[in-house]
C-alpha cells in the first residue's frame, strides 16, 4: 500500500522562477494538505484542498497556490520564488479534511533558492 | 506568535527509562492534538492523539496527556528505545471553528543512549 508519494525529492530554483511540486495522496485518502518547514521549524499550513477546491488557508501570499485533481493529487506552485522560500515542502494527505486519526505525512520536496 | 509551543529542543534519556517530551499551546480553542515523529529525509509519522474530551490517551509505550487548564500536553515513552531517537513534534487544531490546519510546534530532538 503505497503512501504519499511527493516529486520532486530535492529541487534547485533561482530567484524570481516558478515552481511546481506534486504530491499523489495515500490510497483511499481524499484531501491534501501543504506544509511548509524551515530549517529548525515546525511545519507551517500552507493550504488543504478537499473536492477539488482549497478549503483552508494559512499566512502564505498569493505567490503559493495549488491545485487538486480528480485524482485526489495535488500541485503546489510558488510563483516569483525568493531565497525565503528555500525549505521542506510537506504533503499531507487524510480521509476527509479533519484528518481525525492523523494524516500521512510524504518524505516532501527539499527547494532551495539561490 | 507561537501558539503551539515545544520549548526544549532537544531531550536524552537513557535506554529503558522514561522520556517525556512536553508541549504548551496558547489558543483556549484547540480541541485536537497530535503527537509525529521524524527521522531524518523522511516525512513526519503520526504516533498518538488526543480529543480535548479526555486528559490521557494510551498506545502501547507511548502515553499522552493533557491537562486543559494548564494549557499543556506531554508525550511520555515507556521504556524508551534507541529506535525511537527522532525529532517529535506536537500539533493542535481547533475544529469546532470548522478550521482543521494544524500548528506544529517547532519539535524536540530526542536521542535515546543505549
Known amino acids: 500500500d503505497a503512501g504519499v508519494t511527493q516529486s520532486p525529492t530535492h529541487l534547485i530554483k533561482t530567484r524570481g522562477q516558478q515552481v511546481t511540486l506534486r504530491c499523489s495522496p495515500k490510497?483511499?485518502?481524499?484531501?491534501v494538505s501543504w506544509y511548509q518547514q524551515a530549517l529548525g521549524q515546525g511545519p507551517q499550513f500552507i493550504f488543504q484542498?478537499?473536492?477539488?477546491?482549497?478549503?483552508q488557508r494559512g499566512n502564505f501570499p498569493d505567490r503559493f497556490s495549488g491545485h487538486q485533481f480528480p485524482n485526489y493529487s495535488s500541485e503546489l506552485n510558488v510563483n516569483a520564488l525568493l531565497l525565503g522560500d528555500s525549505a521542506l515542502y510537506l504533503c499531507?494527505?487524510?480521509?476527509?479534511?479533519?484528518?481525525?486519526?492523523?494524516?500521512?505525512f510524504g518524505s516532501g520536496t527539499r527547494l532551495t533558492v539561490v | 506568535d507561537q501558539q503551539v509551543k515545544q520549548n526544549s529542543p532537544s531531550l536524552s534519556v537513557q535506554e529503558g527509562r522514561i522520556s517525556i517530551l512536553n508541549c504548551d499551546y496558547t489558543?483556549?480553542?484547540?480541541?485536537?492534538f497530535l503527537w509525529y515523529k521524524k527521522y531524518p529525509a523522511e516525512g513526519p509519522t503520526f504516533l498518538i492523539s488526543?480529543?480535548?474530551?479526555?486528559d490521557k490517551n494510551e498506545d502501547g509505550r507511548f502515553t499522552v496527556f493533557l491537562n486543559k487548564s494548564a494549557k499543556h500536553l506531554s508525550l511520555h515513552i515507556v521504556p524508551s528505545q534507541p529506535g525511537d531517537s527522532a525529532v517529535y513534534f506536537c500539533?493542535?487544531?481547533?475544529?469546532?471553528?470548522?478550521?482543521?490546519?494544524?500548528?506544529f510546534g517547532t519539535g524536540t530532538r530526542l536521542k535515546v543512549l543505549a
Open positions: 489558543n483556549s480553542m484547540f480541541d485536537y
Open positions: 500539533a493542535a487544531s481547533a475544529s469546532p471553528s470548522g478550521t482543521y490546519k494544524y500548528i
Open positions: 484542498y478537499y473536492e477539488e477546491e482549497e478549503r
Open positions: 499531507a494527505s487524510s480521509l476527509g479534511p479533519g484528518g481525525i486519526g492523523g494524516y500521512t
Open positions: 488526543i480529543s480535548s474530551i479526555k
Open positions: 490510497s483511499g485518502h481524499d484531501t
